[in-house]
């Protein structure tokens, strides 16, 4: 490959873009390598379109290598094996949706389970036929409400999703793990520092889960991991320690006036202010918060429910929204119309609602908490005596020093990092769906159980952008790079033509050469142009080259030499051995 700088399309930026907001973003649009068309929408440009092709050439040849099979499906997909799924539904305003002239409803398909069971269902009928792997890359729509950070939340996206289909759990146990080893290559290929991390199903639905993330102080996932064990997890997945020691004996409540105490804050102010319980030791934690929310049911009507968390505790409702999925939940605010609800002296004792509680309100424990009267509140309250929840619920903010639910010695750390792959064990949720069975080697019907494993491809490409980069410009790994040396022709008396035919010699070698063959360009603007494109390696034909001498320069390191100019071919290839 030999391409020319003064014929390819291509335009540089030396202003950053004004919607961008992060690294990967500007960078990738400054350096020409994407280009805004919609909102959440991008063009790809040719340089750009060559990291993505690398990228997925990678994940095609690593998939191929754990035995997949490629096929492709339609985008545009018909309503009704979603209605089967249920997903239709759940998937509420994040899906596109659209009729047909006929008046058939169809969706832009934001993932493919439902085609990939249906597949097999169609062509396979005997456990012969199993195991299975399939995938495809593609591309997937969802109606982001807010697309932002270019390619890391966009509404059109390239995925490649693959489906492995086999006759017991054990079997689907393993073939996870080939795939959970087949990303970890995948990723190492990419260059992309990664954590693997517990996560949660969401409406993929499925048991286990896993999130591969990398790590960038942009990423919109925050992770957890531990100072003492290996432990890492999305903060969505992290479990709360229920505690085991609670006090001996509790006197039976006791109400007492806490007027303009709407807050936590204000309440253990006036708490100690007023030796409630004969205390002045009170803190926050001591006190039992209870947050109404509305609950929207995808095709059920809303429910109205409380979450109960430590006072010092935030409810969290990322994580309340993963665990009630795919139904999600957004604050309660009409108060007026459920006089029964105390609006900032709210308690769990006699409450008309369905009452969750975060693990550490255990059967025991005894708070400080809302009276259910105005300007009033309760002491000595305790669950499992004075009220008992109607379960427990994962919703309460995760923070740093936080004990580790593993391994119970270390501390918990927080990190921000950018999803690039998610693996599920999907189970049978799906084959149950489309009723989809095989015979068994016993001569009996076995119904395969399904893995999911899904990584964004073109969120791979600003994923490695916001770990490879510098002020200067891009820094792209050689597999991913978009050419494999970047040649400068830094003059016109006789540089352009040296540049290419160095270039063609280099090309016949198999190298991927980027000659920067422009004669209206000054060299400041090429180097310049250079160092934000990001090609792993320049070769600069400048006032040395009557001598037989270019100045090798290697962009990560940003060293430079003179080299012969005779030696160019052998250091290139050597490099890229």
Known sequence: MLLRMSTLLLKTLREEPTDAEVPSHRLLVRAGFVRRAAPGGYTWLPLGKLVLDRITAIVREEMTAVDGQ??????????????????????????????????????????????????????????????????????KFRDEARPRGG????????????????????????????????????????GLEHTIVSAVSGAMGGSASEEFLAAAEVGEDTYVGCTSCDYAANTEAVTTPVPTEHPATTPEPAVHDTPDTPTIAALVDVANERKLAGRTDWTAADTLKNVVVTVHHPGREDEVVAIGVPGDREVDLKRLNAVLAPATATLFDDFASRPDLVKGYLGPQGIKLR??????????????TGANEPGRHATGVVAGRDFTPDGTIEAAEVRAGDPCPACGDGALT????????????????????????????????????????????????????????????????????????????????????????????????????????????????????????????????????????????????????????????????????
């Open 414 to 577: 927080m990190r921000r990092g950018i999803e690039i792959g998610h693996i599920f064990q999907l189970g049978r949720r799906y084959t149950d769906a489309f009723e989809v069975d095989v015979l068994g080697a016993d001569g009996k019907p076995v119904r395969p159980t399904m893995g999911s494993y899904g990584i964004g491809l073109s969120r791979a490409v600003a994923a490695i952008a916001e770990q490879h980069h510098d002020v200067r410009g891009l820094l792209w790994p050689d597999e991913v790079a978009p050419a494999d040396v970047h040649l400068v022709a830094a003059g016109k008396d006789g540089q352009v033509e040296a540049a290419l035919e160095l270039g063609r010699t280099l090309t016949r070698a198999g190298v991927r050469v980027l000659v920067d063959d422009r004669r209206n360009v000054s060299a400041g603007v090429k180097f310049t142009d250079a160092e934000l494109i990001g090609i792993p390696r320049s070769v600069v034909l400048g006032r040395r080259l009557p001598e037989g001498y270019v100045e090798w320069r290697d962009r990560r390191t940003n060293e430079r030499k003179d080299v012969p100019l005779v030696d160019v071919p052998g250091l290139v290839v050597g490099e890229l051995e």
């Open 355 to 368: 009452y969750l509680a975060d693990p550490r309100v255990a059967p025991g424990t005894a708070w400080l």
């Open 151 to 190: 390619l890391l939340r966009g509404r059109e996206f390239l995925m490649k999703d693959a489906y492995s289909f086999d006759l017991t759990d054990q079997e689907l146990i393993s073939a996870y793990a080939v795939m959970r080893a087949a990303y970890q290559r995948i990723f190492h290929r990419l």
């Open 70 to 139: 490629e096929v492709a499906f339609p985008a545009l997909l018909p309503r009704e094996p979603y209605e089967v799924s249920g997903r239709w539904t759940e998937y509420g305003d994040d899906i596109f949706t659209l009729k047909d002239r006929r008046g058939a409803d169809h969706l832009l398909a934001p993932t493919h389970e439902e085609m990939f069971a249906l597949l097999v269902r169609d062509m396979t009928s005997s456990y012969r036929d199993f195991p299975l792997r399939l995938f495809q890359i593609q591309t």
